[in-house]
């Protein structure tokens, strides 16, 4: 069973810097590509940032281009989230999930960490 657990989230005030991790885990660990997602209070969860794990393909949603980027170490089953330049609109639950294969969509997730940015 594949687990997947995040850490780095907390509290920062607005322009500031976070780095989210993402440790995946399990003997049966099977990875296309892995995400990060969030989800605010009242909204729907939404796809901030996603990385294959071969090439390293990437894509951002347009409200985090240029601040985000998304990074992964293959020698230890990690992706990470770095958050520069953070808005209050950044403040969300945020959760990495993984993609088994191209035809599959996301279908493992973590517990997600917290994010606040105070204005």
């Known amino acids: 069973q594949v687990q997947l657990v995040e850490s780095g989230g907390g509290l920062v005030q607005a322009g500031g810097s976070l780095r989210l991790s993402c440790a995946a885990s399990?003997?049966?660990?099977?990875?296309?590509?892995m995400g990060w997602f969030r989800q605010a209070p009242g909204k729907e969860r939404e796809l901030v940032a996603q990385i294959t794990w071969g090439r390293g393909f990437t894509t951002y949603a347009d409200s985090v281009k240029g601040r985000f980027t998304i990074s992964r170490d293959n020698a230890k089953n990690t992706v990470y989230l770095q958050m520069n330049s953070l808005k209050p609109e950044d403040t969300a639950v945020y959760f990495c999930a993984n993609k088994p294969n191209i035809q599959r969509t996301y279908d493992t997730w973590g517990q997600g960490t917290q994010v606040t940015v105070s204005s």
């Open positions: 399990g003997r049966t660990f099977s990875s296309y590509a």
